[in-house]
C-alpha cells in the first residue's frame, strides 16, 4: 500500500482547517509534519506506505500492552515518522533490487542519526526522538546506533521495533517477495528475546489474534491514512501544548 498524494491532501485540509484558539501556536508544528511525510512520499513511496503501517501496529501493541492513550499517541505518531531519516539515502542503494554491499549498508544504517538530527532541535518532536533513533536497537545489544540493551531500550522504541520488523516482512521489498503470515510469524518468535522484547512479541501476537492487526493484502481497507490523520493530528495538539506549558 502506498500513500497517495490524495492522502496528504486530506491531511493538509485538515491540518488548515482545525479550528482551535491556539490554532496559531499549532500551525508550525503541524507544518513541519506535514513538511515531513511530504517529504517521505516524494523520495520513496514504499517508505512512506511502511511507516503508516508500523504506525498502525505499534499503536496496537501498545494498546494490548496497557498503554495510556497519549501513549498509544506517540505511537501512532512515531511509527509514521519512524524512517523519516531514510530521505538522506541515496536513492541507488534505496531501490537497490539485490542485496545490499556492506558499505552500503552501512549507508542505510546511518538512517536512525539522520533522521534524529532532523527533528532534534524540534522541542515538540523530543517525545518522538525514541522512534527515529532506537527503531533498529535490539533486546540483546546487537542492534544500531548505539548497541543499547534490553529495558535501556525505551519502551517506545521496542514497541516500534516490532511493528518494523513484522511488516518489513509482510511487505515486498524491491530484493524479495512478500513473505508469508506464517513464515513473518515464525520469525518474529524465533527473534522473543534476542532481537524483540518479548512481552512486545507476545503483544502483537495477541494483537493478530483478537484482529486488531490485519497483515496485508488484509489490511487494506485499514491502511489508509485518513483512519490516522485525526488521530495524528490530535496527537500533535497534545505534543505542542506540552511543550508550550514547559
Ligand atoms: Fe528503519
Given at each position: 500500500m502506498l500513500i497517495g498524494i490524495d492522502d496528504i491532501e486530506r491531511f493538509t485540509w485538515i491540518a488548515r482547517n482545525v479550528r482551535h484558539r491556539r490554532s496559531r501556536r499549532r500551525a508550525p508544528l503541524i507544518a513541519v509534519v506535514e513538511m515531513m511525510l511530504r517529504a517521505l512520499e516524494a523520495r520513496d513511496p514504499h517508505t512512506c506506505g511502511h511507516a503508516l503501517r508500523v504506525s498502525q501496529y505499534s499503536a496496537a501493541v501498545a494498546i494490548v500492552l496497557g498503554e495510556k492513550p497519549h501513549a498509544v499517541d506517540e505511537c501512532r505518531l512515531g511509527g509514521l515518522l519512524h524512517d523519516i531519516g531514510k530521505i538522506g539515502i541515496l536513492?541507488?542503494?534505496?531501490?537497490?533490487?539485490?542485496?545490499?554491499?556492506?558499505?552500503?549498508?552501512?549507508?542505510?544504517?546511518?538512517?536512525?542519526?539522520?533522521?534524529?538530527?532532523?527533528?532534534?532541535?524540534?522541542?515538540?518532536?523530543?517525545?518522538?526522538?525514541?522512534?527515529?533513533?532506537?527503531?533498529?536497537?535490539?533486546?540483546?545489544?546487537?542492534?544500531?546506533?548505539?548497541?543499547?540493551?534490553?529495558?535501556?531500550?525505551?519502551?517506545?522504541?521496542?514497541?516500534?521495533a516490532v511493528g518494523d520488523a513484522f511488516d518489513a516482512m509482510t511487505s515486498a521489498r524491491p530484493y524479495r517477495p512478500q513473505q508469508t503470515l506464517d513464515f513473518s510469524l515464525s520469525q518474529l518468535s524465533a527473534g522473543r528475546g534476542t532481537q524483540f522484547d518479548p512481552q512486545c512479541v507476545d503483544a502483537l501476537f495477541v494483537a493478530i489474534e483478537t484482529g486488531t492487526i490485519q497483515a496485508p493484502p488484509f489490511a487494506k481497507e485499514h491502511a489508509n491514512l485518513s483512519h490516522t490523520i485525526p488521530t495524528t493530528v490530535s496527537t500533535l495538539r497534545m505534543l505542542q501544548d506540552a511543550s508550550s506549558t514547559e
Open positions: 536513492d541507488s542503494i534505496l531501490q537497490k533490487p539485490g542485496q545490499l554491499s556492506a558499505q552500503e549498508r552501512h549507508h542505510v544504517e546511518k538512517h536512525p542519526e539522520v533522521g534524529a538530527a532532523i527533528v532534534q532541535g524540534i522541542p515538540f518532536m523530543q517525545p518522538i526522538l525514541p522512534f527515529i533513533l532506537c527503531h533498529h536497537e535490539r533486546w540483546d545489544g546487537k542492534g544500531y546506533p548505539a548497541k543499547l540493551q534490553g529495558r535501556d531500550i525505551a519502551l517506545k522504541s521496542r514497541i516500534c
